[in-house]
């Protein structure tokens, strides 16, 4: 079985399982290759897998800890376990008190949770602290071949480096606590390809909104989305992570990114990455983890690059989305099937069939999230808002997804930019992406925001949330309605260019 050619998801997975029959407890992260587990996770399964990285934040995690007290059970490896806090922690003044007595006690529970069973902790105060997606990468803590787990759907984002990453539910999270391992089926393999080169002001988001809007929210089930293709190759590994972020919106287990010489210049010297010796001994075995010539996937899809625009969606969930310059579908448009829920849509968004998504009214923009918040994603929306002023009356939110990034962007100056174009600058966190402290759109108000999910009320109670780039967005603030980015980061592009031409005639 294992000499013929085997996906990158088939070759993580084989490394990972644990013999069935065998005890949990004894898995220690370490593979087993027994032929009878191979067989039986073939045949469908379940398998015992074993986990090599944990990230737990304050919101789904305080559940597990108390069901570890009650069963008298301690954390079987601490050191592979991480924690931060992000979901309810405030984006504001971190010296002011934190007023939502929930997030307060979830805040308290964690730090609690993580000092009593030695795990490290990522909280308020900490220079690393930030989106759970986002410090794992930056820490170095995400790399390829690791099987990664989290209490959260959008842990698919590390697989942008090669990892095998998904959520979990609670009971989940107490058993990895306990065992390291998690009892999991083995999942069918989706190539995505995508061909060409993506357009100046079409990005990794607008590419994984374009393959929802096509396959739809349940598109992916039971399968593990596997991207490829020349434009993906093109893609920095921030972009990559966007791009495998939003695969569960697709319906997907997980999303992967073969590891190349980007993913490793990316790792090399951060802090938990391999070093000396050891980093060469890695290296050599990554590059053994992409999928072999003449391996079968279950699906295959291929997207023209070339063809792609920005993307908006219009709807409740990700799948309803359109290239910027078209328009709200039609129930015939969408068929029979997909009528009632196009009407329900419409309605909640109150949107007609047939306009034009541009030049939507909005009333706040959001930029940040685990799926867009990383120094890339606002050195993006700072080229278009450098020397602009955003719309009047319009709110427009800048969260950078880590204080690492936070720092990196203050450094650079982009703070000053977004503050001068009259957006506010925030603290880091997941802000308005789970509508949390304050940051949430009000009863009726239109947002268009960076972040994965557009459901009713995700970014608050009665708000209507268009998903859209970095890009998008921040030529929206400009403008105050939804906006195609591409003449602007033309302009923008031009600018820079007399800009250097000019330095260069007076050096």
């Known amino acids: 079985m294992a000499d013929r050619p085997r996906t990158l998801v088939e070759k993580i997975w084989d490394t990972h399982v644990v013999a069935l029959g065998a005890d949990a407890a004894s898995a220690d992260g370490a593979s087993a290759d027994g032929a009878s587990a191979l067989a039986a996770t073939e045949s469908g399964a379940p398998a015992i897998l074993a986990i090599d990285l944990h990230l737990v934040h304050e919101v789904t995690s305080p559940q597990a800890f108390t069901g570890l007290r009650q069963r008298g059970l301690k954390v079987r490896h601490p050191e592979r376990t991480i924690a931060t806090a992000d979901h309810s922690i405030p984006t504001t003044d971190p010296n002011l008190p934190i007023l939502d007595e929930l997030a307060r006690k979830q805040l308290a529970q964690i730090e609690e949770n993580c000092r009593e069973f030695g795990i490290p902790f990522h909280g308020k105060g900490s220079p690393t602290r930030g989106i759970v997606h986002v410090i794992g990468p930056e820490l170095g803590l995400t790399q390829p071949g690791m099987t990664i787990v989290c209490g959260d759907s959008h842990t698919a984002t590390h697989g942008a480096f ?28 989706f190539k995505v390809e995508v061909t060409g080169r993506l357009q100046p002001g079409v990005g990794a988001k607008d590419i994984i909104l374009a393959l929802i809007a096509r396959i739809g929210v349940g598109g992916g089930t039971g399968h593990v989305f596997e991207f490829t293709g020349d434009a ?30 980007t993913t490793f210049a990316y790792l090399k010297g951060r802090k938990h990455a391999p070093q000396g ?56 448009e ?9 009407e329900r849509a419409l309605t909640y968004m109150g949107l007609q069939a047939g306009q034009s998504i541009a030049g939507q009214k909005l009333d706040v923009v959001f930029i940040g999230s685990c799926t867009n918040g990383r120094i890339e994603d606002l050195r993006a929306a700072a080229t278009i808002l450098s020397g602009r002023r955003v719309a009047p009356s319009l709110r427009v939110l800048v969260v950078p997804g880590s204080q690492q990034v936070k720092k990196q962007a203050e450094a650079e100056g982009l703070d000053k930019v977004f503050t001068a174009a009259g957006a506010e600058w925030r603290e880091s966190g997941c802000s308005m992406c789970i509508a949390m402290n304050g940051d949430q759109l009000e009863p009726g108000q239109y947002g268009i925001s960076t972040s994965n999910r557009n459901f009713e009320g995700r970014q608050g109670k009665g708000g209507r949330t268009f998903l859209a780039s970095p890009l998008t967005a921040a030529a929206s603030a400009l403008t105050g309605v939804v906006t195609d980015p591409r003449p602007v980061v033309a302009a923008a592009a031009a600018g820079a260019a007399t800009a250097g031409t000019a330095t260069g005639k007076a050096n």
Not at 241 to 248: K, P, Y
Not at 299 to 308: E, F, M, N, Q, S
């Open 162 to 189: 090669g990892a095998l990453a998904f959520g979990i539910g609670t009971s989940e999270i107490e058993m990895v606590l306990a065992t390291q391992t998690l009892l999991q089926r083995k999942p069918k393999t």
């Open 232 to 261: 993906i190759r093109a893609l920095s590994m921030e972009a990559r992570m966007t791009l495998c972020n939003m695969s569960i919106e697709g319906g997907a287990r997980a999303g992967l990114v073969a590891p190349d010489e």
């Open 277 to 332: 010796a050891a980093w060469d001994k890695a290296v050599e075995a990554w590059r053994k983890l992409p999928t072999d010539e003449g391996a079968v996937y279950d699906r295959t899809i291929v997207i023209d690059g070339d063809k792609l625009e920005p993307m908006v969606t219009y709807g409740t969930n990700p799948g309803m989305g359109v290239f910027v310059t078209g328009h709200v579908p039609t129930a015939t």
């Open 334 to 342: 969408v068929g029979a099937a997909a009528a009632p829920d196009l």
